[in-house]
Structures are given as C-alpha cells and as structure tokens.
C-alpha cells in the first residue's frame, strides 16, 4: 500500500471519529490570484473550531499526519469565524 492510501486510510478513520464531513475534494486546482498552488485540496467540516482542533492533535490523526508528512506537503487551516452573508 502507498504511503499516501495508508494515510487516507487513517486520516478517513480519524475524520469519522470526530464526525468530520468532506465537503469538497479537488485532485487539480488553477491559481487565478495570488502564489498557492496545492495538487489536491479537501475541505472538512466539523461541528466546532474545538472539535476540528481536538480532530488534528488528536493521536489518530498525529499518527497519519506523521504519514503525510513523508509523502506530501500540507497545511492545516481551521475557519473559526466563518464570514456572514457570503
């Protein structure tokens, strides 16, 4: 199994403890503005900021991210106050 499918594994496992739902996941993007230029981007929901933020210390998700980290570059963010009316 590839490293990136082991990760997949334990980070979906990890996603559906903590009542995670993907909302969106793009395997190809195109930079219109601006200098990001990730490969692939998923968005993840959860219930709370708190509960996104147990979700990524978690040891579940440590253990897969330490995966990640051997195989991908990646960035965290959590949206704690999302924008109203937009």
Do not use: Q
Not at 19 to 41: F, H, L, M, N, Q
């Amino acid at each position: 199994m590839s490293m990136f499918l082991k990760y997949k594994e334990l980070a979906g496992k990890a996603i559906e403890k903590y009542k995670g739902r993907v909302v969106c996941r793009a395997v190809s993007t195109e930079v219109i503005r601006g200098y990001w230029d990730p490969e692939r981007i998923i968005i993840i929901e959860f219930d709370s900021p708190e509960i996104a933020k147990d979700f990524c210390l978690s040891d579940e998700y440590k253990h897969a991210n330490t995966i990640s980290a051997e195989c991908t570059i990646n960035c965290i963010h959590i949206v704690i106050t999302p924008a109203d009316g937009f």
